[in-house]
T-cell receptor, first 112, second 118 residues
Framework: KAGVTQTPRYLIKTRGQQVTLSCSPI?????VSWYQQTPGQGLQFLFE???????NKGNFPGRFSGRQFSNSRSEMNVSTLELGDSALYLC???????????FGQGTRLTVV | AQTVTQSQPEMSVQEAETVTLSCTYD???????LFWYKQPPSRQMILVIR??????QNATENRFSVNFQKAAKSFSLKISDSQLGDTAMYFC???????????????FGKGTSLLVTP
């Protein structure tokens, strides 16, 4: 069974640009959540989607958005990038039991 | 809001020895889940062990076990017979039970960097 796949693995963007990250969950998993990991703030919850609906959202500005498609694949978008958005973005998918979250290897975003 | 505190930024242990990583949390919830995740240099988060707050028995997974003290809001991880492959960042995390069907979110501590030496 394939794991959670995040693309791209690495990304370099310029301040002010926007970026879209993709997450393909494990087959059969309908819940996808996103986390931002930085050295200063640690791991912070961004949002969670289930069956194309955002069910929960963390404390991030509106520049951070996401969506989930009917095949459970999810994308997150960050507009008007700031230097502080440089981080490892992790995606996790879960089966019916959300306490069994499986993480992808992350997308390393660098904003210059 | 729930806070998770890991007071040991770095720890070191020799191969085959036992090490304990500390975690405390603050919550007004009565029903919740606690987790330990491992993040090796590959950066992929791996679930090590989980504990349901309403279960008094401490969870065990092979060489990994926890000491869950609900009243003290403490959740430590013991790694027995440490192996070189255990070298990683270890994160303690909290999840409210009520969010299971309405949008779960893991609340992580800052992590403990564990180095296993030969």
């Amino acid at each position: 069974k394939a794991g959670v796949t995040q693309t791209p693995r690495y990304l370099i963007k310029t301040r002010g640009q926007q970026v879209t990250l993709s997450c393909s969950p494990i087959s059969g998993h309908r819940s996808v959540s996103w986390y931002q990991q930085t050295p200063g703030q640690g791991l912070q919850f961004l949002f969670e989607y289930f069956s194309e609906t955002q069910r929960n959202k963390g404390n991030f500005p509106g520049r951070f958005s996401g969506r989930q498609f009917s095949n459970s694949r999810s994308e997150m978008n960050v507009s008007t990038l700031e230097l502080g958005d440089s981080a490892l973005y992790l995606c996790a998918s879960s089966p019916r039991d959300p306490t069994e979250a499986f993480f992808g290897q992350g997308t390393r975003l660098t904003v210059v | 809001a729930q806070t998770v505190t890991q007071s040991q930024p770095e720890m070191s242990v020799q191969e085959a020895e036992t090490v304990t990583l500390s975690c405390t949390y603050d919550t007004s919830e009565n029903n919740y889940y606690l987790f330990w995740y491992k993040q090796p240099p590959s950066r992929q988060m791996i679930l090590v062990i989980r504990q349901e707050a309403y279960k008094q028995q401490n969870a065990t997974e092979n060489r990994f076990s926890v000491n869950f003290q609900k009243a003290a809001k403490s959740f430590s991880l013991k790694i027995s017979d440490s192996q070189l492959g255990d070298t990683a960042m270890y994160f303690c995390a909290f999840m409210k039970h009520e969010l299971l069907n309405s949008g779960y979110a893991l609340n992580f501590g800052k992590g403990t960097s564990l180095l296993v030496t030969p």
